[in-house]
C-alpha cells in the first residue's frame, strides 16, 4: 500500500490518540508539516502526495520524540503566540495560552499612550515583548534574561519580526542587570516569572518537566522571584505606571498582599481560560485604571 499524507495522518492520529495526546490529529499534522516544509493547509490540498521510504522513517523519529515526552515546539522549533510563529529551542520555555492574556491586559492599559517604556523580566523566547512591540510601534523596550542561551533564542526572535532597534536586550539577574548610572522610569513592568513551588515540579507532566527548570522553579512556595519583582517595582516605574505579572492559579491572595506591602493602590486581577486567577495587575498611584 502507498503511503500517502491521508493515510500516515490518519494512523499517526490514532496512534497518538491511543497513546493519550489530547490534540492528536493536530500534532500528527503539525509533525508531518514540519518534516516535508510546508504549511499545514499543503497537507490538506495535496493528500494523496505519497511519501518515500526516508520521510516514513523520519517521521516516525519525530514521533517517537513525541511519545517520549519532548514538547512538540522543541521538535518543530517553532510556536504560535497571538498571530506570530516564534523559533523556541530547549533552553527557553514554550509559549502558552495563558501569557497571551497578560499581553492583551497590558495592552488595554495603554491603549490611549502615544509613548513609553516597558521592561519585561525574564523574557525567555521574547514573545511577550516583541508582541507588545508590534502593538505598540512608539514605545521602546527593554527585556532581561538570566540565561544566556534563553537570551539568543529572543534576540534571535525580535531580529526575525525586525523588531531589533527597538528592544534592548540585557542578561543578567532581573533589576540588577539593568545599566547603572541612569534614571528608570517604565510605563510598565512586565513578566511571566518562575512560579511554580520546587516541590510541585518532580510531579509535572513529564513534557514540561523537559523544560527548563529555571524558567519553572519559584523556590519552596513558588514566590521567591515575585517577591523579589513586587518589592522593586516602584522604584522603577513612572507615576501612574504598573507591574503585570503571570502567576500560579493558587497565588493570587499572597500576589495581591505583597503588591499591597510595596505600595501598590489599584490591584486588579484577570482569570485565565480555565477560569483560574492567573494574571495580576498592580497600578502605582495615577490615572491608568486597572
Given at each position: 500500500?502507498?503511503?500517502?499524507?491521508?493515510?500516515?495522518?490518519?494512523?499517526t492520529?490514532?496512534?497518538?490518540?491511543?497513546?493519550?495526546?489530547?490534540a492528536?490529529?493536530?500534532?500528527?499534522?503539525?509533525?508531518?508539516?514540519?518534516?516535508?516544509?510546508?504549511?499545514?493547509?499543503?497537507?490538506?490540498?495535496?493528500?494523496?502526495?505519497?511519501?518515500?521510504?526516508?520521510?516514513?522513517?523520519?517521521y516516525?523519529?519525530?514521533?517517537r520524540?513525541?511519545?517520549?515526552?519532548?514538547?512538540?515546539?522543541?521538535?518543530?522549533?517553532?510556536?504560535?503566540?497571538?498571530?506570530w510563529?516564534?523559533?523556541?529551542?530547549?533552553?527557553?520555555?514554550?509559549?502558552?495560552?495563558?501569557?497571551?492574556?497578560?499581553?492583551?491586559?497590558?495592552?488595554?492599559?495603554?491603549?490611549?499612550?502615544?509613548?513609553?517604556?516597558?521592561?519585561?523580566?525574564?523574557?525567555?523566547?521574547?514573545?511577550?515583548?516583541?508582541?507588545?512591540?508590534?502593538?505598540?510601534?512608539?514605545?521602546?523596550?527593554?527585556?532581561?534574561?538570566?540565561?544566556?542561551?534563553?537570551?539568543?533564542?529572543?534576540?534571535?526572535?525580535?531580529?526575525?519580526?525586525?523588531?531589533?532597534?527597538?528592544?534592548?536586550?540585557?542578561?543578567?539577574?532581573?533589576?540588577?542587570?539593568?545599566p547603572?548610572?541612569?534614571?528608570?522610569?517604565y510605563?510598565?513592568?512586565?513578566?511571566?516569572?518562575?512560579?511554580?513551588?520546587?516541590?510541585?515540579?518532580?510531579?509535572l507532566?513529564?513534557?514540561?518537566?523537559?523544560?527548563?527548570?529555571?524558567?519553572?522553579?519559584?523556590?519552596?512556595?513558588?514566590?521567591?522571584?515575585?517577591?523579589?519583582?513586587?518589592?522593586?517595582?516602584?522604584?522603577?516605574?513612572?507615576?501612574?505606571?504598573?507591574?503585570?505579572?503571570?502567576?500560579?492559579?493558587?497565588?493570587?491572595?499572597m500576589?495581591?498582599?505583597?503588591?499591597?506591602?510595596?505600595?501598590?493602590?489599584?490591584?486588579?486581577?484577570?482569570?485565565?481560560?480555565?477560569?483560574?486567577?492567573?494574571?495580576?495587575?498592580?497600578?502605582?498611584?495615577?490615572?491608568?485604571?486597572?
Amino acid at each position: 500500500m502507498t503511503m500517502t499524507v491521508r493515510i500516515v495522518l490518519q494512523e499517526t492520529a490514532r496512534f497518538f490518540a491511543k497513546h493519550g495526546l489530547e490534540a492528536a490529529r493536530l500534532e500528527a499534522e503539525l509533525l508531518l508539516a514540519h518534516l516535508l516544509g510546508v504549511e499545514r493547509l499543503r497537507l490538506y490540498t495535496d493528500p494523496e502526495q505519497p511519501l518515500s521510504g526516508t520521510e516514513l522513517n523520519r517521521y516516525k523519529e519525530l514521533i517517537r520524540r513525541r511519545l517520549s515526552g519532548e514538547p512538540l515546539a522543541y521538535i518543530t522549533g517553532k510556536r504560535n503566540f497571538l498571530k506570530w510563529d516564534f523559533t523556541v529551542t530547549p533552553a527557553v520555555l514554550v509559549p502558552r495560552p495563558e501569557t497571551e492574556i497578560l499581553v492583551e491586559k497590558t495592552l488595554a492599559l495603554l491603549e490611549e499612550e502615544t509613548s513609553g517604556q516597558i521592561l519585561e523580566l525574564g523574557t525567555g523566547s521574547g514573545v511577550i515583548t516583541i508582541a507588545l512591540a508590534h502593538y505598540l510601534p512608539a514605545f521602546y523596550f527593554e527585556a532581561v534574561e538570566l540565561s544566556p542561551a534563553a537570551l539568543a533564542v529572543a534576540s534571535e526572535n525580535a531580529a526575525r519580526h525586525q523588531l531589533s532597534e527597538r528592544i534592548a536586550f540585557f542578561e543578567g539577574d532581573l533589576y540588577e542587570a539593568l545599566p547603572a548610572g541612569r534614571d528608570h522610569a517604565y510605563t510598565a513592568i512586565v513578566s511571566n516569572p518562575p512560579y511554580i513551588p520546587s516541590g510541585v515540579i518532580p510531579s509535572l507532566a513529564r513534557e514540561v518537566r523537559k523544560e527548563p527548570r529555571q524558567a519553572l522553579d519559584g523556590g519552596p512556595d513558588g514566590l521567591q522571584i515575585i517577591r523579589r519583582i513586587i518589592s522593586r517595582a516602584a522604584e522603577f516605574l513612572a507615576p501612574g505606571g504598573f507591574l503585570a505579572l503571570e502567576h500560579g492559579h493558587d497565588q493570587k491572595p499572597m500576589v495581591e498582599r505583597l503588591a499591597r506591602e510595596a505600595g501598590f493602590s489599584a490591584i486588579q486581577s484577570y482569570h485565565d481560560y480555565s477560569g483560574f486567577p492567573r494574571i495580576t495587575i498592580c497600578q502605582l498611584c495615577g490615572s491608568r485604571s486597572a
